[in-house]
């Protein structure tokens, strides 16, 4: 029987996460994880073949973070938390919100990457749009159509569309554009928050 291995690949994404925060995307080197893990370069490689394996993996993270207390505040039926999940959670986490606009989840579900990392991104995928099917069968009365169009694109859309230009730029969200994501959600949902 052989012995546990002292890195995982938990251990390894944790540190690209401690670089994450601190630096930026560009700060997640192979060296510097394995550094700031304490671990070889060979052990990183060894769960990693390559950085982009690394920052795919450190992707699932952070859609995993950030995706959770979305679908919690849609379930619980939570319209304004979830309108403003968005531009909150980028505010909390410049860096990791940079790190999701460097990929689609449709870069993960084909080509040559790892099976279990295309099965979980087509679970998230598949998570967030039963979510959105739920929310909105319980508003009106059914999914599909207009109305989950509707929903997308005032719970998701619109807030991603305000924090874009500020990401991109490498500037904060103002805190005005949560007043201005309510009005829009408001706008299409035809509700007051």
């Known amino acids: 029987m052989g012995r546990k291995a002292r890195f995982d690949k938990e251990h390894f994404v944790r540190a690209a996460l401690e670089i994450l925060s601190e630096?930026?995307?560009g700060d997640v080197t192979m060296?510097?994880?394995?550094?700031?893990?304490?671990?070889?370069v060979g052990s990183l490689y060894h769960r990693f073949p390559s950085r982009d394996h690394l920052m795919a993996e450190l992707w699932i993270t952070l859609v995993n973070m950030f995706q959770g207390p979305f679908l919690k505040r849609l379930a619980a039926g939570d319209i304004e938390g979830a309108a403003l999940h968005t531009p909150r959670w980028v505010r909390s986490h410049p860096a990791e919100a940079r790190v999701l606009l460097l990929?689609?989840?449709e870069t993960f579900m084909t080509g040559d990457w790892p099976e279990d990392m295309k099965v979980r991104v087509a679970r998230l995928a598949r998570d967030l749009e039963d979510g959105i099917?739920?929310?909105?069968?319980r508003r009106y009365g059914r999914s599909g159509g207009k109305g989950t169009i509707r929903v997308q694109?005032?719970?998701?859309?619109?807030?991603f569309a305000a924090v874009r230009r500020y990401l991109h730029a490498g500037g904060r969200v103002p805190k005005m554009v949560d007043r201005l994501v309510l009005e829009t959600v408001a706008a299409i949902l035809e509700e007051k928050i």
């Not at 099917?133 to 069968?137: L, V």
């Open 23 to 25: 630096g930026g995307p």
């Open 31 to 40: 060296q510097a994880v394995a550094a700031r893990a304490s671990g070889p």
């Open 103 to 105: 990929y689609r989840r």
């Open 133 to 137: 099917r739920a929310f909105t069968r």
């Open 153 to 159: 694109f005032a719970l998701i859309d619109a807030p």
